[in-house]
């Protein structure tokens, strides 16, 4: 037997988290497929397929699987577990709504935000913000496991591409219906995989202040990333918090502005390699996890990192 | 229109938390414990339902040792009209969680039911998703945005990239996010007014459901804790060592 693994993708391109989480069903069992399904996406299936030691990718493709929603995926996936010992899927949103609702189905409780595999039975997961980390095992027949992508290297592509076959889709009662999205545009790299995130709190104090971080990004070519204050206070939006209940990102440099460093915010970012804080107040928290901390005024600091970065 | 809406006691999100010597679990003695932040949201959104006249019954339950309890009385405090305790000293997973919510959910028929996104203990975020899939019903997940007209829900969903509008019948699991409203505080006249609401006491068996955890917690640590930094006295100095130190510039 072996393990299934859904393809996170958007229709137009396959990311970087269903690379990373190949890398944790791998640990498990050498024999993966990946699962690519939505409206059109064979272009994602030969993405997906040139992805290293994937066995074969299944190709699902209707109008009723568009956008992923939780209600058709899991009565398309809950099936074909029969011939699966694990699911894997990235701990993104889809991978979040997705995954539990198959693993009721399958009587199997799942384990989310894997950040270890010790054995095709036992992982280590996060649990309080981070400030514990379980290691448990599963006593199901099937497991059902999200992967937390930041602790998990991308799968390298192979030079020879999987087959790829195309699977029925049987008739899916209409629930859900998909109304409308609102999606950023941004055109910085993707946060969650960035090498390099600015971010900015409370203390960035306005929109505007935020287009200057953008602007840093730019030159860094960072992805900018927030905290829950910064995106309550409508500086920016939503998927750009960092997180417990938002994105967790470890990239190789974290930039934090303005922010005080909550514990919830630190759970998103403390696996980072390189962290610099710059804050004006001398106790804030987030000086115990920087390398480098710069106790000063922020917006003194932008302009010149701006000016001196060139 | 019933709400139901399942809130779990946990440990205030302010508490430091520190793991157990013999790494068994995190220390919960004389720890402040409240109801799970996401679940208050989703009392508040329930309590707004009614309200704006769209809701009729709010009822609060939570699976749990007899302190839980406390956490319902919050609840009630807030505004919802009675309380289901459901008691077991057994670790509560979410698919425990969700079968006891399905048994209640056939005894009360509500349309709706809101949980919280996630518990900030196990940060699972799984009931909600596991108990529509046992009732067969519709689910929107980490919502921001929740409309009731008739017998279809509008709700906005926060997503990795951005936000997505969808559309579901009744009855449905609706799980909150982080704005979608800001809960109110209990005033003092309404937390003794709480105390006189319903509260009603079961267990797990004689709902007829197995709460045996699957998984098997084999031990907690503390994660590797971060080396101490240092402090930079300018940005020249900073840009420096991220060039010539870290190496990342
Ligand atoms: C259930 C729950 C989930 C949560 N999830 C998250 C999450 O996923 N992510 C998250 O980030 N938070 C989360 N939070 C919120 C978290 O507890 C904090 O409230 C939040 O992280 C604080 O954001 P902040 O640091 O920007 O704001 P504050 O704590 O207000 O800090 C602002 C900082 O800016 C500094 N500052 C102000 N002006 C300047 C200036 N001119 N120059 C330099 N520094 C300046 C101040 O000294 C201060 O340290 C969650 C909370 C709860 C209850
Ligand atoms: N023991 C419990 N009692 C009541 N509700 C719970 C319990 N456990 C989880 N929930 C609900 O399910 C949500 C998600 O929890 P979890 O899946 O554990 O992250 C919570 O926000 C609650 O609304």
Redesign the interface.
């Known amino acids: 037997m072996a393990i299934l693994l859904i393809a996170e993708h958007?229709e137009n391109s396959l990311k970087e988290a269903t690379a990373r989480a190949l890398s944790a069903a791998r640990q498990m069992d050498p024999q993966v497929d990946i699962l690519v399904a939505g409206e059109k996406c064979a272009a994602i299936a030969r993405q997906a397929a040139a992805l290293e030691g994937v066995r074969k990718v299944l190709l699902a493709e209707d109008a009723a699987l568009a956008?992923q929603?939780?209600?058709p995926m899991?009565a398309l996936v809950t099936p074909l577990m029969e011939t699966y010992d694990a699911l894997v899927a990235p701990a993104?949103?889809?991978g979040?709504?997705?995954?539990?609702?198959?693993?009721?189905?399958l009587?199997?409780?799942?384990?989310?935000?894997v950040v270890a595999v010790q054995s095709p039975d036992?992982f280590v997961?996060?649990?309080?913000?981070?400030?514990?980390?379980?290691?448990?095992?599963?006593?199901?027949v099937k497991k059902v496991l999200t992967i937390r992508t930041t602790a998990f290297p991308a799968t390298a592509k192979s030079a020879q591409a999987a087959p790829v076959e195309t699977i029925a889709v049987a008739e899916i009662p209409p629930?859900?219906?998909?109304?409308?999205?609102?999606?950023?545009t941004s055109e910085r790299p993707e946060l969650?995989s960035a090498r390099?995130v600015v971010s900015g709190g409370r203390g960035m104090g306005s929109t505007e202040a935020f287009a200057m971080l953008e602007e840093l990004a730019a030159r860094?070519g960072a992805a900018v990333g927030a905290s829950?204050a910064a995106?309550?206070a409508g500086f920016v939006?939503?998927?750009l918090q960092v997180g417990?209940?938002g994105?967790i990102v470890a990239p190789?440099?974290y930039m934090a502005f303005g922010i005080s460093g909550a514990?919830?915010h630190l759970a998103g970012m403390?696996d980072s390699?390189?962290?610099?804080a710059v804050n004006k107040d001398e106790e804030a928290p987030i000086?115990?996890?920087?390398?480098?901390?710069?106790?000063?005024d922020l917006f003194k600091?932008l302009p010149?990192?701006m000016e001196?970065?060139g | 229109m019933k709400i139901l809406v399942p809130v779990k006691r946990v440990?205030d999100?302010n508490v430091?938390?520190?793991?157990k010597a013999d790494e068994t679990g995190?220390e919960l003695a004389n720890v402040k414990m409240s109801m799970n932040p996401?679940d208050e949201i989703a009392v508040e959104e329930a309590i707004r339902l009614k309200e704006a006249g769209k809701a009729e019954e709010i009822i609060a339950v939570s699976i749990g040792p007899g302190e839980a309890e406390q956490t319902l009385r919050t609840a009630l405090a807030m505004g919802a009209d009675r309380a289901i305790l459901v008691k077991t000293q057994q670790e509560t997973?979410?698919?425990?969680v969700?079968k006891v919510l399905r048994a209640i959910v056939k005894r009360e028929n509500p349309d709706l039911v809101i949980l919280g996104?996630?518990a900030?203990?196990?940060?699972?975020?799984?009931?909600?998703?596991?108990?529509?899939?046992?009732l067969g019903w519709?689910?929107?997940?980490?919502i921001?945005k929740l409309e009731i007209d008739g017998e279809q829900a509008?709700i906005t969903?926060?997503?990795?990239?951005?936000?997505?509008?969808?559309?579901?019948?009744l009855p449905l699991v609706a799980t909150t996010?982080?704005?979608l409203n800001e809960p109110r505080y209990a005033s003092l006249p309404n937390i003794m007014k709480a105390r006189r609401k319903p509260l009603e006491t079961l267990t797990a068996e004689e709902l007829d459901v197995d709460v045996t955890?699957?998984?098997?917690?084999?031990?907690?640590?503390?994660?590797p804790a971060?080396a101490?930094?240092?402090?930079?006295?300018?940005?020249?100095e900073?840009?420096d060592?991220?060039k010539n130190e870290?190496g990342?510039?």
């Open positions: 958007d956008h929603m939780a209600g899991s993104t949103t889809t979040r709504d997705i995954a539990p609702r198959i693993a009721a189905l009587d199997v409780m799942q384990i989310s935000d036992t997961r996060p649990i309080y913000a981070g400030n514990a980390l379980q290691t448990v095992r599963s006593k199901d629930g859900v219906r998909f109304v409308s999205q609102e999606l950023n969650t390099i860094l829950r995106v309550d939006s939503n998927d417990q209940t994105k190789e440099l514990i919830q403390k390699r390189i962290i610099v000086f115990q996890v920087a390398d480098y901390g710069l106790v000063a600091v010149e990192l001196k970065l | 440990a999100y430091r938390i520190h793991v995190v996401f997973e979410p698919l425990a969700a996104k996630q900030i203990d196990d940060d699972c975020g799984q009931t909600g998703q596991m108990l529509a899939a046992l519709p689910q929107a997940t980490f921001s509008t969903r926060e997503i990795d990239g951005g936000l997505q509008t969808i559309s579901a019948p996010d982080l704005r955890p699957r998984l098997e917690v084999l031990k907690v640590q503390e994660p971060r101490g930094g240092v402090r930079v006295e300018s940005v020249d900073l840009i060592r991220l870290a990342v510039l």
